[in-house]
């Protein structure tokens, strides 16, 4: 069973900090893909790492992909209330038309103002 | 069009109802996927669904049974449910092709409820 665990579970910072977010497992993936889900919503796709060792920006997040392809981080500059959410990584496996995205414990991240 | 359509957003049910969920995308994405969410818990992958055929079932009981019907549509045809299957159902769906990832795209999903 491949598991994808994160750390930490939950998160409460004031607006302003900075954070970071680690997705461990065992096994090695594909692919490795960041979501942020809202409350009664479906997840949101932030971003899909695939190179090991790979760094990837979106404006105030960072995401990277370890060298073995088993752990990804996120970090957040500077956290805004907009940031408040799920965040959940998610390991993929390539088996072409059969692919399975397999989800990690998730982030529960509040940001207060 | 670049959203995944869930329909209903709500639904409560008896335990001896027949009841639907739809899903429905035209992005062209030809991976259509089920997936199961309790309340503060990652979402669990139900059924994968690859060119209109089913590919991944991960051991899901039959009171649970996918359809789709054409590469647009998926449905999950729900009957005798029991209170412990009360989730956030979501659908996603997912370009095929090769030489790179794909992300995938998800719906709101339906709340559904037992009762």
């Known amino acids: 069973t491949q598991l994808l665990e994160q750390s930490p579970q939950f998160l409460s910072i004031q607006e302003g900090e900075n954070l970071t977010v680690y997705c461990n497992s065992s096994?090695?993936?594909?692919?490795l893909q960041w979501y942020r889900q809202e409350p009664g919503e479906g997840p949101v796709l932030l971003v899909t790492?695939?190179?090991?060792?790979e760094v990837k920006k979106l404006k105030r997040l960072t995401f990277q992909f370890g060298d073995a392809r088993k752990d990804s981080s996120l970090h957040i500059t500077a956290a805004q209330t907009g940031d408040t959410g799920l965040y959940l990584c998610?390991?993929?496996?390539?088996?072409?038309?059969?692919?399975?995205?397999?989800f990690g414990t998730g982030t529960l991240l509040a940001v207060q103002p | 069009d670049t959203e995944v359509t869930q329909t209903p957003k709500h639904l409560v049910m008896g335990m001896t109802n027949k009841k639907s969920l739809k899903c429905e995308q035209h992005?062209?994405?030809?991976?259509m996927y089920w997936y199961k969410q309790k309340a503060k818990k990652p979402p669990e992958l139900m059924f994968v669904y690859s060119y209109e055929k089913l590919s991944i079932n991960e051991s899901v009981p039959s009171r649970f049974s996918p359809e789709c019907p054409n590469s647009s549509l998926l449905n999950l045809h729900l009957h005798a449910l029991q209170p412990e299957d009360s989730a956030l159902y979501l659908c996603?769906?997912?370009?095929?092709?090769?030489?790179?990832?794909?992300?995938?795209?998800f719906g709101s999903g339906t709340r559904l409820t037992v009762v």
């Open positions: 992005m062209g994405h030809r991976a």
């Open positions: 998610a390991g993929e496996d390539y088996g072409g038309a059969t692919n399975k995205l397999i």
């Open positions: 096994s090695v993936f594909s692919s």
């Open positions: 996603a769906s997912r370009h095929i092709g090769t030489g790179g990832a794909y992300g995938y795209t």
């Open positions: 790492v695939v190179t090991g060792g």
